[in-house]
């Protein structure tokens, strides 16, 4: 998300606290692999997106029951589940939900057309895997109250429509990909963005779309806190309360575990913290092309290669 801010808000200290909390924590990094859906997982399963953590280490609102969105959410996926952070919002608000049992009812399979039409609107959390060949619903009779977070020329701030939203549909697909936002099932979504979106991201993925742009998780977190902030009275989440709202944190959870992994892993490399400037920087130059190099060879190696195999099929 892009911002012309040039001061640190308030919610993005609160964030940047929570998440230093975990860095260089050796301890606190360590989670022992569990079987799950046929394989052995750390933290979380990709595939039925059982939460694989102890209980007792869970954070206090998740245990509780307390973390919650102040709307319904809809996670259209165009990405590897383990690269994907929108995926730990799904993992730990159906924790959270108690939806974290040992049965068959929250594994993911393929959804068709005609499935996605009949999935109830009371689920509050919901994954389209497009990749996986799943198809959004076609949201007809939603227009009023459901909104995709993606910033553009139309788009509006969150804040403004606080009190109309009843689901939020978030991208979880590389800065590099957007073409899930060309899906014809959301062309007539009203689009919306943040209002004060972090200056920096925290991921350790890095990127060159340019300052203010998140992951899909910072983002449903910073447009989840705006629109519990901004709401007065949201008619169809009228349960969320301030308990709810000061729980959002822990939706970053999952995120701070896995970015002290790196910062970890890092340090032992003698590497900066990828999500560090110098981090991204190193990784940016790493993955840059000159000509005449080895990497520009095989790349043309490649080119060809592909070309003739493009030729062979077609004859």
């Known amino acids: 998300m892009i911002s012309e801010q040039t001061t640190v808000n308030t919610n993005e200290e609160d964030?940047?606290?929570?998440?230093?909390?975990?860095?260089?924590?050796?301890?606190?990094?360590?989670?022992?692999?569990?079987?799950c859906c046929g394989t052995s997982r750390s933290l979380y399963c990709v595939e039925c997106s059982k939460l694989l953590i102890d209980r007792e280490r869970w954070p206090a609102s998740i245990q509780a029951g307390h973390l919650d969105l102040p709307f319904s959410l809809d996670i259209v996926l165009h990405d590897r589940r383990l690269s994907a952070t929108g995926f730990h919002a799904l993992v730990?608000?159906?924790?959270?939900?108690?939806s974290n049992e040992d049965d068959d009812s929250s594994k993911s399979s393929h959804v068709t057309e005609e499935e996605s039409q009949v999935i109830t609107q009371q689920e509050r959390v919901r994954l389209f895997d497009i990749e996986n060949g799943d198809q959004l619903p076609s949201y007809e009779g939603e227009d009023n109250n459901t909104f995709l977070l993606f910033p553009s020329e139309n788009s509006v701030p969150?804040?403004?429509v606080a009190d109309q939203i009843h689901r939020l549909i978030v991208l979880d697909c590389k800065w590099t990909k957007s073409s899930c936002q060309s899906l014809p099932q959301l062309a007539r979504i009203?689009?919306?963005?943040?209002?004060?979106?972090?200056?920096?991201s925290y991921f350790w993925r890095w990127h060159n779309a340019g300052t203010g742009m998140c992951s899909t998780l910072e983002a449903l977190y910073f447009a989840a806190l705006e629109t519990a902030e901004a709401?007065?009275?949201?008619?169809?989440r009228k349960d969320f309360n301030e308990?709810?709202?000061?729980?959002?944190i822990d939706l970053m959870w999952l995120f701070g575990i896995q970015r002290n992994a790196t910062a970890l892993s890092?340090?032992?490399?003698?590497?900066?913290?990828?999500?560090?400037k110098d981090g991204k920087a190193m990784q940016r130059n790493l993955r840059k092309t000159e000509k005449g190099s080895e990497k520009h060879l095989r790349d043309i190696e490649r080119?060809?290669?592909?070309?003739?195999?493009?030729?062979?099929?077609?004859?």
């Open 92 to 98: 730990l608000l159906k924790a959270s939900q108690g």
């Open 190 to 200: 009203q689009n919306v963005h943040i209002g004060n979106p972090p200056l920096e």
């Open 158 to 160: 969150i804040s403004s």
């Open 15 to 35: 964030l940047a606290t929570y998440l230093n909390a975990f860095l260089h924590d050796v301890e606190g990094s360590k989670f022992p692999r569990k079987k």
């Open 243 to 248: 308990v709810n709202r000061k729980s959002l």
């Open 303 to 315: 080119g060809k290669r592909l070309m003739e195999e493009a030729k062979d099929s077609a004859s």
């Open 231 to 236: 709401s007065n009275e949201n008619r169809h």
């Open 266 to 276: 890092a340090k032992r490399e003698g590497k900066p913290s990828p999500f560090s």
